[in-house]
């Protein structure tokens, strides 16, 4: 059987294994009622949330606009703490995280709520719901891990829904990963305020950062959020030595022109380096963009193209049949040194970040 297919099948038993115990401990009990860090008292019994730059001040029993978190007698409570609706093995390349543990498992995990309102959003069944309207699993930060082990994964992802909003649960879930050697890595908008971002990087190894554009307009028209708070993010979590990998998903009309792209290449270029990991992904119609068309495969291939031209050295295309990016290649030599068919490896010729010929590619591979 080829390398991959055998991969895929391993996936899909533990996919199975994990589907059982969600499904054995379904409950319809919706929030998890935990105190929520970062916020503070206002007047009137009204508390004001600084988790993220909206800063919601939110009277008695209101939800923020995260639906996630909502003051509960004068006390911001995170309404998700554990409270799981989605826990899968995936392959950490869907993520898509190419320069974490290549060909490895991550059990990735999401509840509900989303603090942006992006009108293409591939998992709005969960981010755009309150806790209630959802039946979910009740999991332990220990339950959790405990389930990443048994399932044979090398990190937990905290993915599918923003992550933001479930942060405290996150944190601890990463504390206790870390203890039992596994890595943790975030899949995020990145619209976070800096000082809970540096305290959760502590604990964090990988993040992967969606960036929807470098695009005021397109932030308010269509992702429903502002720019700066993302391009800062992105500056944290650099400052702070954690490996970042950055995601464009290209909107037919809205953010794949060619200054768009050029604009977008030349930030990441100047303000995280030039070995940063940068992936251009397609779209496809879903949720409230149903009208537009998918991204057309010759737009993100000359958006790969532009940013090697600017000089990135780590260009990707996800989401499409395309061979050239969806490899690594050595910047220097050229040698291509991960191959990848869809979500799998098919070929590895690093030994610890080094390629045959010597170069280092950075990362994390062990
Ligand atoms: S995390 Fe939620 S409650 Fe807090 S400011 Fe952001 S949207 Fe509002």
């Known amino acids: 059987m080829k390398k991959w297919l055998a991969g895929l099948f391993g996936f899909l038993v533990v996919a199975l294994a994990v589907a059982q115990i969600l499904a054995r401990e379904k409950t319809s009990a919706g929030g998890g009622s935990h105190e929520a ?10 508390v004001k949330c600084l988790l993220c730059p909206r800063l919601c001040v939110l009277p008695e029993g209101q939800f923020g606009v995260c639906r996630a978190r909502k003051n509960v007698g004068g006390v911001l409570k995170s309404m998700v703490y554990g409270q799981v609706v989605s826990a899968n093995v995936d392959p950490i390349e869907k993520k898509p995280f190419y320069h974490v543990l290549p060909g490895t498992k991550a059990f990735s995990i999401a509840t509900t709520g989303c603090n942006l309102r992006c009108l ?25 891990v405990g389930a990443a082990v048994k399932s044979g994964s090398r990190s ?3 993915t599918y829904n923003e992550p933001v909003i479930f942060y405290e649960y996150m944190l601890d ?18 619209y976070i305020n800096p000082e809970p971002l540096r305290k959760l990087l502590k604990h964090i190894d990988a993040f992967k ?17 502002t720019l700066d708070p993302v391009l800062e993010s992105m500056k944290v979590i650099r400052q702070e030595g954690v490996w970042l990998e950055v995601v464009n998903l290209m909107v037919p009309g809205k953010n794949d022109s060619e200054k768009q792209i050029r604009e977008l290449v030349r930030w990441v270029r100047r303000n995280l380096g030039d070995e940063t990991p940068l992936q251009f992904s397609r779209f496809y119609p879903i949720y409230k963009l149903q009208n537009l068309p998918p991204t057309p495969e010759e737009t993100l291939l000359k958006a790969r ?11 990707y295309t996800g989401n499409i049949a395309d061979r050239e990016g969806a ?40």
């Open 305 to 315: 193209q532009m940013a090697r031209q600017e000089g990135l050295k780590y260009v």
């Open 120 to 144: 293409f959003c591939q998992n709005w069944q969960i981010s755009q719901v309150f806790p209630h309207d959802l039946s979910s699993t009740p999991m332990t930060p220990d339950a959790v």
């Open 209 to 225: 950062v969606d960036f929807k554009g470098y695009d005021e307009e397109f932030y308010l028209q269509v992702v429903g959020g």
């Open 173 to 190: 879930v990463a504390q206790l990963a870390r203890k039992q050697g596994l890595k943790t890595v975030v899949v995020s908008s990145g």
């Open 327 to 366: 490899t690594t290649y050595a910047p220097k030599s050229g040698e291509a040194v991960i191959e990848r068919q869809g979500y799998f490896v098919t070929a590895n010729r690093l030994n610890k970040g080094v390629t045959p010929g010597g170069e280092r590619i950075p990362g994390i591979w062990e």
């Open 37 to 46: 860090l970062f916020w503070e008292k206002a007047e009137g019994g009204k």
């Open 156 to 158: 937990i992802a905290f």
